[in-house]
């Protein structure tokens, strides 16, 4: 974990951070290439590039905003948007991040799979 990211919950204290922790945990324990950092004033997780980030760190609740995330394959309900670009995954609290955390799983491991250099 980025000491970076340490120093930006200590700052912010952000109200949800029980369950923005967690989140961190869950996206960097499912592919071990995904790395994190503090850009734009707020936590970012990457792997070939910028994939989602914490919004509205000021509230009560998670919410992950996948900047690409119309690239992510795969069938993941609780991912919203249609757009071309960003989608958001929301999270009232620990226990829904608990209950959401084998999708938020697949879905990083699909983005990694993605951005994974192609073998010729």
Known sequence: ????????????????????????????????????????????????????????TSKKTVSLMFMRGGRIEGNFPHIEGTGRAVRFMRFADVAEVEALAPELTEAVRAWCAAMAPKEP
């Open 1 to 56: 974990m980025n000491p970076e990211v340490e120093e930006w919950f200590a700052a912010r204290k952000p109200p949800a951070e029980a369950a923005l922790r967690r989140v961190r945990e869950v996206i960097l324990a499912a592919d071990p290439r995904m790395t994190e950092h503090v850009k734009y004033g707020t936590v970012q997780f990457a792997f070939g590039g910028d994939m989602a980030g914490f919004v509205q």
